[in-house]
């Protein structure tokens, strides 16, 4: 009774179109990219799970391809943004000026809390996907639209505390970001469980762009 009183109330609160708790025991995530994202930059950055600084471990227990104390994802990619779940936009911030940019001024890092222009995604397990350092002016949603997986959300940019044109994605354990999430599972990583619809779509650890059924 208390489950499916649950599920009513997130239904509610989330849209009737979108995946329920109670249809779903968790809610996993395509990659927010086009479908040939791993030849035009693959994934340039990823999370790092070891706190102690100057040393790196992604998801896999490897140290390659990281930046210390990183906390997302990072996909060095030109191109469009796609919500990688069914959700409601919660936030928006599309005013952060890119670098360069055409009057000569420097980047405004502390812009959007360091992630520039960026969409938050609020889904039904109340988890927050976030899309950081967006292309300023082009977010293509507002605040609580509903939208579902693989909707456009806007183009790859570099604004924010940013050194180049890429993606920063993240999940956030709630919509006050109190814990970050890394979508990858591994053994280093959310004890083994993977956020993603396919972790192994591309080869190890490259996520793909299936929806969740």
Same mark, same amino acid.
């Given at each position: ?136 002016? $082009?977010?293509?949603?507002?605040? +609580? &639209?509903?939208?579902?997986? #693989?909707?456009?959300?806007? /183009?790859? *940019?570099? %604004? ?12 956030? $354990?709630?919509?006050?970001?109190? +814990? &970050?999430?890394?979508?990858? #599972?591994?053994?280093?990583? /959310?004890? *083994?469980? %993977? ?19």
């Amino acid at each position: 009774m208390k489950m499916k009183k649950l599920s009513v109330l997130l239904s509610a609160f989330v849209g009737a179109s979108l995946v329920s708790v109670e249809a779903s025991a968790w809610i996993l995530h395509r990659v927010p990219l086009a479908s040939d994202y791993v030849s035009r930059g693959g994934i340039g950055s990823w999370f790092d799970h070891n706190p102690t600084t100057g040393v790196f471990l992604r998801y896999d227990n490897t140290t390659l391809g990281g930046r210390d104390k990183h906390s997302g994802v990072d996909f060095p990619v030109l191109g469009g943004i796609w919500a990688s779940a069914n959700g409601k936009v919660v936030y928006t911030k599309n005013d952060c000026r890119d670098y360069p940019n055409p009057e000569g001024l420097p980047p405004d890092r502390a812009c959007g809390g360091r992630l520039g222009n960026h969409v938050r995604i609020l889904h039904a397990n109340w988890m927050v996907s976030v899309y950081g350092h967006m292309k300023k002016g $082009s977010v293509a949603v507002s605040d +609580q &639209l509903q939208v579902l997986c #693989g909707r456009l959300l806007g /183009n790859t *940019g570099n %604004s924010g505390e940013s050194d180049g044109i890429h993606l920063h994605f993240v999940l956030w $354990s709630d919509q006050n970001g109190t +814990q &970050l999430i890394d979508p990858f #599972g591994g053994p280093a990583s /959310n004890q *083994g469980f %993977s956020h993603w619809v396919n972790q192994n779509a591309f080869g190890v650890g490259k996520p793909g762009t299936t929806c969740q059924a």
